[in-house]
């Protein structure tokens, strides 16, 4: 049915987005952009004052309203803060969240900047002060609507979701299963036992834009409730000494600002064997949605599974090492 949120989400015209805009009194110029996003639909609108928004659209059914709106909470602190994140603005009626037939949405202001794929030993230590800064004010209050990072959310549940709709190819279901099993097993207590708070949840480098005058984070589409070195790993990924190293660059500027539990650490590769099995259940789940397929033309190759496959023996098997 036309009018159901999914059918509209997917059916977004610059028309509806620029209604969408304006029902708090903002004016647009009528120059609208879709921007590349495959969980949301995006969108750079300009308004007659040249202001630039990026317009997010939240794919309906994935959070409620209360979840969206810990996640506006937690930016707004952190701009209060002075921490160089991009909050959600006044849609023009009080709120920072509206809704259009049945999709929230939010608008931001428009941040230019540029993402780098590598930094030196001194981004680093830049980013690792910034990250610093972002805990210290995401341990303040709890975000009590967000997810929690846990092994039935990023492991049980993509399973699920992988093996009911028979997605891994021949006779590698069964085995992807046991190792990913074996994983959640031995992360499960360590995980349960590490100190949690309010943290951006996605790090990357593509969610660290680069301006003039320092880092901007931005996308917390994904924030949670999870241990601080969520944050760190993504930007130093895997055991070896380089990665050791890059790790050792960010603490010393996180330090500056916060203290960090060191013994954490170890929760490196697991945190990294967890998120390859949720985002495989993410693509998963959304392969009906048009944008998918052809961003990830390799998901239902053999080849694809092989290489998380072994990817996830070699994390369980340094863990049984450790063990």
């Known amino acids: 049915m036309a009018g159901e949120p999914h059918a509209t989400f997917f059916a977004l015209t610059p028309d509806r987005v620029l209604d969408a805009v304006e029902v708090g009194g903002l004016r647009c110029t009528g120059r609208c952009l879709p921007l590349r996003a495959?969980?949301?639909?995006?969108?750079?609108?300009?308004?007659?004052?040249?202001?630039?928004?990026?317009?997010?659209?939240?794919?309906?059914?994935?959070?409620?309203?209360?979840?969206l709106l810990d996640e506006h909470a937690f930016l707004l602190d952190l701009v209060a803060a002075e921490v160089p994140a991009v909050a959600p603005l006044d849609l023009g009626n009080g709120r920072t969240l509206n809704e259009i037939e049945g999709i929230y949405y939010a608008a931001f202001p428009k941040v230019r900047g540029r993402t780098l794929d590598e930094l030196d030993a001194e981004g680093r230590r830049r980013i690792g002060r910034t990250i610093g800064r972002l805990h210290a004010v995401g341990a303040a209050r709890d975000a009590p609507h967000r997810?929690?990072?846990?092994?039935?959310?990023?492991?049980?549940?993509?399973?699920?979701v992988l093996t009911k709709g028979?997605?891994?190819?021949?006779?590698?279901?069964?085995?992807?299963?046991?190792?990913?099993?074996?994983?959640?097993?031995?992360?499960?207590?360590?995980l349960a036992a590490a100190r949690v708070q309010r943290i951006h949840g996605d790090l990357h480098m593509g969610n660290i834009l680069w301006a003039p005058n320092g880092p901007i984070l931005v996308d917390f589409d994904d924030c949670l409730v999870g241990p601080p070195v969520q944050d760190l790993w993504l930007l130093a990924r895997g055991d070896s000494e380089e990665a050791r190293r890059a790790r050792a660059d960010l603490l010393e500027g996180y330090e500056v600002f916060r203290e960090f539990d060191r013994a954490t650490l170890a929760l490196c590769e697991p945190l990294r064997a967890l998120r390859i099995i949720h985002m495989s259940g993410w693509i998963a789940r959304r392969w009906e949605d048009p944008s998918f397929p052809p961003a990830f033309p390799g998901f239902r190759d053999h080849r694809y599974w092989m290489e998380e496959y072994e990817a996830l023996i070699g994390i369980s098997e340094a863990l049984s090492g450790a063990g």
Not at 42 to 58: A, M, Q, S
Not at 166 to 190: E, K
């Open 166 to 190: 028979d997605v891994i190819p021949g006779t590698l279901g069964p085995r992807y299963r046991d190792v990913a099993l074996r994983i959640a097993d031995a992360v499960a207590g360590p």
């Open 38 to 67: 495959f969980e949301n639909r995006v969108y750079e609108v300009e308004l007659e004052d040249e202001r630039r928004l990026v317009v997010k659209f939240y794919r309906p059914g994935r959070w409620s309203r209360e979840t």
């Open 147 to 160: 997810p929690r990072l846990s092994v039935e959310r990023y492991v049980l549940e993509p399973l699920e």
